[in-house]
């Protein structure tokens, strides 16, 4: 049966946080997983990392880790000095993930995030560069018993691949059984001529997919086409994560790097919204 999570950051105003009180919280609020900020856990004490997994284990919990990768680490530089430096980064995160249990990384594991093309600049040589580095990431992936997951980003946050069409040649030359696709409803609603048709192609290389509303409210409070989105869903049989990152508070540097500009929802009971998000979840997607 698929399960559903959410990311911390929907009650947060900054990225660094503590991790240990969520896991009993969305426990509590109807979710089956807690997603994390991976980069956050890179400097953590490995005690710490290995506290934060046994309270998960105890509490029935999964951990999922997101990631958006700074320009420091980018796998996709052309500059080989970042790259090599990128590829030494998210070989620790892998392998720290492994040692906490394992499970799934995702987001811009395969480039910098934010980053726009510069004028002059060539796509080609990143999508070379991302390619060379995700097929070593990917041996890593299956030494450590974890998935590692490329997010396809729209246009405003990255460049290498904005649709399923654009990245399904790059991981499927790769075909590593632990190198998947994670599908974003926010981005799909740019991007994507079809949801279903999106999901579709994707296939089995569809491991994962982050879900929102088209303004990042949480899930079932919006217009987004879940019904289309569950049938191709089921289509496929994904049987995959889905974790939903809503987004709503204005302030801090998840508002900031997110370009919230206002409160999405004012004077909002988020414990509320994410428990209501959770029964849609599990009533649309799930059962």
Not at 98 to 106: E, F, I, K, L, P
Not at 262 to 283: T, Y
């Amino acid at each position: 049966m698929r399960k559903i999570g959410i990311y911390y950051a929907f009650w947060t105003h900054e990225w660094v946080a503590d991790f240990l009180p969520f896991v009993p919280k969305v426990k509590k609020l109807g979710y089956d997983i807690l997603e994390v900020h991976s980069g956050i856990l890179a400097d953590w004490t490995e005690s710490k990392r290995l506290e934060l997994a046994k309270a998960a284990k105890d509490e029935g919990i999964q951990l999922s880790y997101g990631l958006g990768c700074s320009a420091e680490y980018d796998v996709s530089s052309p500059d080989e000095r970042i790259r090599q430096n990128g590829l030494r980064y998210m070989t620790s995160l892998i392998q720290a993930v492994g040692r906490m249990g394992g499970g799934v990384v995702q987001g811009s594991t395969y480039c910098a995030w934010p980053k726009k093309l510069e004028v002059g600049e060539s796509k080609q040589q990143y999508v070379d560069q991302s390619f060379k580095s995700m097929k070593e990431l990917a041996k890593v992936a299956e030494d450590s018993n974890v998935i590692v997951n490329m997010e396809i980003l729209n246009r405003f946050e990255q460049f290498i691949f904005n649709t399923v069409a654009e990245a399904l040649p790059f991981v499927s030359a790769i075909d590593s059984p632990n190198l998947g696709l994670l599908l974003d409803t926010f981005h799909m609603n740019i991007e994507e001529d079809s949801f279903y048709q999106a999901i579709i192609q994707a296939g089995k290389y569809m491991k994962g997919l982050h879900c929102g509303e088209t303004n990042r409210k949480p899930v079932g409070m919006g217009r987004m086409p879940w019904k289309e989105i569950r049938e191709a869903l089921d289509s496929i049989q994904f049987d995959g994560q889905i974790i939903q990152e809503p987004f709503v508070m204005f302030g801090g540097q998840v508002g900031q790097d997110i370009s919230v500009w206002r409160e999405v929802i004012e004077n909002p009971n988020l414990d509320k919204l994410a428990s209501d998000s959770a029964a849609f979840m599990r009533r649309v997607l799930v059962v």
